[in-house]
């Protein structure tokens, strides 16, 4: 696993992998969006291959997981795991005293694993995530950096 912070010239990549694993994904606009100033976007890569990417947003020191993908293909290996704690090991490097993320309520496998590294339930948006048959909660989290 290699992990570096990547360019725009990877959006196509990295909204490929959010199609294939994310029900509803964020569209290659959406991810183009996400390289200005105040974001920074990681790749995990296994070889030369992109297997996942995080996407994080920081004023001041509160930063936001925006996004973070593993290729379906690559996860259950520690990828996502790898990934989240150098995005969290940035943060702090960077000045975060916080790292605030949403996950869908049905994300039982993504919240396992916030859990894990210390992040805490804050709170909940109702009908926050669009799903085939209709929304479901995103389950607001944080973990003090």
């Not at 990547?6 to 996400?34: D, G, N, W, Y």
């Not at 790898?82 to 969290?88: C, D, G, R, S």
């Amino acid at each position: 696993m290699n992990l570096i912070e990547l360019s725009e010239s990877f959006v196509p990549q990295m909204a490929s992998i959010a199609a294939k694993a994310h029900s509803h994904p964020m569209s290659e606009t959406s991810i183009r969006s996400c390289f200005g100033e105040l974001y920074s976007s990681f790749g995990i890569f296994d070889s030369d291959k992109l297997c996942g990417f995080a996407i994080l947003h920081q004023i001041f020191e509160d930063a936001t997981l925006m996004d973070i993908c593993v290729d379906p293909s690559y996860q259950g290996r520690g990828f996502g795991k790898a990934l989240l704690n150098a995005v969290i090991a940035i943060a702090k490097d960077r000045g975060a005293e916080v790292l605030l993320l949403e996950v869908r309520q049905s994300g039982g496998t993504a919240r396992a694993l916030y859990e894990t590294l210390g992040f805490e339930t804050t709170g909940v948006r109702k009908g926050y995530y669009k799903t085939e048959a209709g929304s479901e909660d995103a389950i607001l989290m944080q973990l003090s950096l």
